[in-house]
C-alpha cells in the first residue's frame, strides 16, 4: 500500500490545486480553500453533519490534482464528459472514495459547492472584477434552479439579495448555459 507520508503528500498537492484557471481572477483559490469554504456552509447550516457527508466534501474535488479543474460550462455544453470524468476519477483513489450519503446530503453538498462559488465571486466582483459577474448570475440561477436543502433557504435567499445590491440577478433559461 502506499506508506503514510505520500499519501499525506498527495492530499496536500491535491488541495493545492487552482480553481477558475480559465477566469481572469485577482486572486487564486485552492481546493483547500473551496473545500474549507464548503464545510463551513454546511455546518452553518447542518450542524449535524454525517461523517459520510464530510468525508465526501473533503475528497469531491481531489481528484483535480490528475485531471484539473474541468470548467462546468464545457461539462454542460459536452454532456459526454461527465461520465466519462466520473470514470477516470473512479480510478484515483486514495483521492477518490466512494463515500455513501443520502439524497439529501447529496443535495446539501451539490449546493455548498454552488454557493461557495457564488460567495467567492461575489468577493471579486467587490474587488472591481467585472468579469465574474456572469458567474455569480448563473451559479445562482443553478441553485435556484435545482431542489434546495429546506435549511439552506434563508442564506440562499440573503445571497441573492446581496447580489442584487450589486446589479446581479440570478440567470435563467439559455443565460445558465452561457460559456463565460
Known amino acids: 500500500g502506499m506508506k503514510a507520508l505520500a499519501e499525506a503528500t498527495l492530499y496536500r498537492d491535491a488541495g493545492a490545486v487552482q480553481r477558475y484557471h480559465v477566469k481572469r481572477t485577482h486572486r487564486n483559490q485552492t481546493i483547500a480553500e473551496h473545500t474549507f469554504g464548503m464545510l463551513m456552509l454546511i455546518k452553518q447550516v447542518n450542524p449535524l453533519c454525517t461523517k459520510n457527508l464530510m468525508n465526501a466534501v473533503l475528497h469531491h474535488d481531489l481528484p483535480e490534482l490528475f485531471t484539473g ?13 461527465g461520465p466519462l470524468m466520473d470514470s477516470i476519477e473512479e480510478d484515483l483513489a486514495p483521492l477518490f472514495q466512494d463515500f455513501q450519503i443520502t439524497v439529501p446530503e447529496a443535495i446539501l453538498l451539490k449546493w455548498a459547492d454552488r454557493m461557495e462559488l457564488v460567495l467567492w465571486c461575489l468577493e471579486e466582483v467587490r474587488l472591481g472584477n467585472s468579469y465574474c459577474r456572469p458567474t455569480v448570475a448563473r451559479g445562482l440561477g443553478w441553485i435556484l434552479m435545482a431542489k434546495m436543502p429546506d435549511n439552506a433557504q434563508e442564506l440562499t435567499a440573503e445571497v441573492v439579495a446581496d447580489a442584487w445590491t ?9 443565460e445558465l448555459e452561457m460559456n463565460a
Open 69 to 81: 479543474d474541468i470548467p462546468a460550462p464545457i461539462k454542460r455544453v459536452h454532456p459526454e464528459l
Open 166 to 174: 450589486l446589479g446581479i440577478a440570478p440567470a435563467t433559461g439559455a
